[in-house]
């Protein structure tokens, strides 16, 4: 019997007003997540995908479109209705330190969250952050220490454990491994995938790196100025990268080649992404695309499916 | 990534039984010229209590058979032209500074703390109001305000509490509008409502501790300054009427006598010099301890 999905997004907009003029960060985003599985949202910076993440969470407020977590309408909840709800989805920051109280022990931290939600008592809470260290790969000494004193990859452990606390059903991962080591960014990512296996997470992974989505995720969007321009199972986006922004970000990635003859040149993109305060008009990507026709510079492209559910905004696909 | 743990490690064994107060005080104790500073300020505060008490003679009690005498036994730091005793005339002197500043002191910080919050937690037109107000506050000096204020209020203790206290806000509002806007946008604060902490335990165990060290060190930097206002307006004449003792006009009547009795500056000026330092070295020994990333 096919159950519902863990998280619906309809429609979703948010536009920010800043000095009198109107940023269009997030446009009209739809996507379904079911439990257990990862959804990967890619995109260059300003691509709106971390504010696509914390409008999931209600930490900001959409402007339009639906919100269904686990059957119920988050939408319109008031602050105090979200507060239970939160032990359900937690977010893991880019940059730990940033997210946790400089004052606070890393014991502290944790504890707290399950403090907020009156779980256990003090004994048992702190019995968990053991345990919850330990299950993250840190020694549980650790959580006399202040953020400060941690290095980057254990401070995201600590982030981790502290989304973990509350148990949650729905982890949104906003790009948890840019600021760390690349050795490191192997180990958070191993240790993100065995979570979520142990505990059947849902993870919305939030990130600009193609690779680790692609390894990560069942469900792929590529965000652009806000909008969603392809969107899919990973490995059908990723096999027929049909999209042209899709295509030349896959062909941006960095690879080994196997050897030298093999080696390719690298493709960057051409330019930067525009403005979110005046989008270029038509298709929002014909000024950077290499096969722009007067179509794309004058006419929104609609979705269009391109396999079984691959599905991409441009004109030029069929 | 296993000598960054041992590292933690280490400083967790020390975490253990030091709590973060204790660690404040660790950090603040490297620092020789604020534990000394401190040492003095402590001093400053118990003689402004019980001056009174210890004081050889009366502030009102004028010897004329030793006037504009040296230091002695009789008169420890001489006495002034019409016979009081320079020592005693300080030990008084203290504690009208000390009421003053710190009154003055917790004037300017209530306005300061009550219009700093207002205009970063509503911003907006209200936020631009205030901080002009600020600019305006910057833009003329305060002493010329508290003379104006003196002139309307009175003279007395209390009317010269508010009249240092009362222009002397805007910095305050200022920094608690830095750190409110800086806190309430930033990410820890983010962390914690993710977290579905509610608004007051985000104040009280997120946002307070976090911004607690600031405000102490600006009022430890604000304390010194409301001394040389109220030194200053005693200066200018328009501080405490005399016989009132008070390091203005102490430093008043000695530079009108410099050439013929020195002493009557060396011992004010002296005291109320190291006392400015000390002030200022507290201050600056709190922001280094109150710095949690200072290490040990």
Sequence with gaps: MPS????????????????????????????????GKTMGLVGESGSGKSTLGRLVLRLLDANEGRIVFNG????????????PLRRDMQIIFQDPQASMSPRMTIGAAIEDAMAIH????????????????????????VKYAFPHELSGGQLQRVGIARALSLNPKLVICDEPISALDVSIQVQVIQLLQELQKDFNLTYIFISHNLAVVEYLSDQVAVLYLGEVVAQGPAEEL????????TQVL???????????????????????????????????????????????????????LVGSQHSVTCHLAN | MAIAVSQSQQSVRRARKNSPMYRAWQRYRRNGFAVAGLGWVILFFIIGII???????????????????GPSWQHLFGTDTVGYDVFSQILYSVRYALEIALGATCVSFLIGIVLGLWAGLSGGIIDMIVMRAVDFMFALPSFFFALILVVLLG?????????????????????????????RNGEMVEAARALGAPQWHIARRYMFPNVVGSMVVSLAFGIPYDLTAQAGLSIVGMGLNPPMPSFGNMLAQAGANILGFPWLLYFPAGVFAITLLSFLFVADGLQEAFNPKGGM
């Design chain 1, 250 to 304: 896959l062909q941006s990635i960095l690879k080994m080649p196997e050897d030298t003859d093999k080696r390719q040149a690298l493709t960057s993109i051409q330019g930067e992404i525009p403005s979110p305060f005046n989008p270029p008009s038509g298709c929002t990507f014909h000024p950077r695309c290499p096969f722009a026709t007067d179509v794309c510079r004058q006419k929104k492209p609609e979705r269009k």
């Design chain 2, 51 to 69: 001056g009174p008490w210890i004081a050889p003679y009366s502030y009102t009690y004028a010897d004329f058979l030793h006037m504009h005498s």
């Design chain 2, 155 to 183: 003279k007395g203790i209390f009317p010269m509490i508010l009249a240092i206290g009362v222009p002397g806000w805007a910095g305050y509002a200022r920094l608690i509008r830095s750190l409110v806007l800086s806190m």
């Design chain 1, 118 to 141: 009156n779980i256990g008592t003090k004994a048992e809470r702190q019995k968990r952050v053991d345990e919850l260290l330990e299950r993250v790969g840190l020694p549980t000494v």
């Design chain 1, 238 to 245: 990723f096999a027929t990268p049909t999209h042209p922004y």
């Design chain 1, 72 to 83: 119920q309408d988050i939408t319109k909840l008031s602050p105090k209705q979200m507060r």
């Design chain 1, 4 to 35: 519902s999905p863990l998280l619906q997004v309809e429609e979703v907009s948010k536009r920010f007003r800043v000095q009198g003029r109107e940023l269009h960060a997030v446009e009209k985003v739809s996507f379904q997540l079911d439990a």
